[in-house]
């Protein structure tokens, strides 16, 4: 059914949105999905951290043992390990026992803090940090799980972490691979073909006539389908005739699009024959809306592909695909 009157820009939105088809799902390589729309929740196979680890460089400890320590009067341990990241612990820490260890090691069993190494002696020789000491003195006391990251102090194994039809952003793609996420069910990228027609319309390589101008609003047009992750394709404009605006959407067709976006051709000028072909081929939702600038928008389907016929003015056709595009 036509919508003829001027319709709000709340309705309008409304009824474009409840029209337009959600495409297919693909599965795509972590590095491929930037920017790509999640098309199903995606939930954390695993927990982040997937184990105990210290989140400081220095000594994990029995925090027991250094209830009393202090800067007047030290508690000393006796270095029983060394953990470097990537390493995993092997042995428990008895009373009076320490080890050395970095920032995201593994804690080992018996410790239960750890105690940053600027509040001890450094137990180590600065001139040579792989020969640890056989003690270490510690200058303050700390409570039980200080400086210490539990398992899925970050995520919990099952939880949510990327709603269907959010884009996937650098931090996205990060927490994707902190989880060991390769892959990603993403949004296939719509095929959007851009129409241009007007006889005062020259392609950028060609030189202009008298009373011609350049094709500008379907570079625009392309760059903000860039920007929505979708892939633009541009045909050749198209002459101000009803056969030439025919066969203009016949090629368009043949592309196989997901939408079809024209700009002019859709007000009531002598050769403004879009809206007309359209009405041949398809289907006309509504044509003009209360918005300035852009109150000349057609919306409607050809051949069960949606289609915007856009404003010809630069500024006009720029909002109207923002707002409804």
């Known amino acids: 059914m036509i919508v003829s009157k001027l319709l709000a820009v709340d309705e309008a939105l409304s009824r474009i949105l409840n029209h337009i088809p959600t495409l297919p799902t693909e599965v795509v390589p972590l590095l491929g999905a930037y920017h790509r729309i999640v098309s199903e929740d995606i939930i954390a ?3 982040l951290p997937p184990f105990p680890n210290s989140s400081m460089d220095g000594y994990a400890v029995r925090a027991e043992d250094i209830t009393t320590a202090s800067q007047n009067s030290p508690v000393s341990l006796k270095v029983v390990m060394d953990i470097p990241a990537g390493a995993f612990p092997k042995g428990t820490l008895g009373a009076g026992e320490c080890a050395r260890i970095m920032t995201g090691a593994p804690i080992p069993n018996g410790a239960t803090a750890i105690i940053p190494v600027e509040n001890t002696d450094g137990g180590w020789d600065k001139a040579n940090p792989y020969a640890i000491k056989q003690t270490v003195n510690i200058f303050r006391a700390v409570k039980a799980g200080d400086y210490i990251r539990p398992i899925g102090e970050d995520i919990q194994a099952g ?9 996937l952003r650098p931090q996205e793609i990060g927490v994707c691979a902190s989880l060991g996420i390769a892959n990603l069910p993403v949004v296939r990228r719509p095929r959007v073909v851009i129409l241009a027609n007007g006889d005062e319309l020259a392609e950028l390589w060609q030189p202009l006539k ?5 094709n500008s609003n379907s570079y625009t047009l392309a760059g903000l389908i860039l920007a929505c992750d979708a892939e633009p394709i541009l045909l050749p404009i198209a002459k101000d005739t009803p056969e030439s605006i025919r066969t203009l959407f016949t ?20 050769a ?3 809206r007309d ?18 109150k000349p928008l057609a919306f409607g389907f050809v051949q069960n592909i949606p289609f915007f016929g856009l404003p010809g003015n630069p500024v006009s056709a720029m909002v109207t695909f923002e707002v409804f595009v």
């Not at 939880?159 to 884009?167: D, Q």
């Not at 008298?210 to 350049?214: F, K, L």
């Not at 072909?277 to 852009?294: A, K, Q, S």
């Open 277 to 294: 072909i359209l009405e041949e081929l398809g289907v006309v939702e509504m044509w003009r809306i209360n918005i300035r600038p852009g």
């Open 210 to 214: 008298q009373g011609q101008i350049y």
């Open 272 to 274: 403004d024959f879009i």
């Open 251 to 270: 090629r368009a067709l043949d592309q196989q699009p997901d939408m079809l976006i024209s700009t002019a051709g859709v007000s009531v000028g002598a």
């Open 159 to 167: 939880e949510m972490i990327i709603r269907a039809g959010e884009p």
């Open 45 to 47: 196979p695993t927990s």
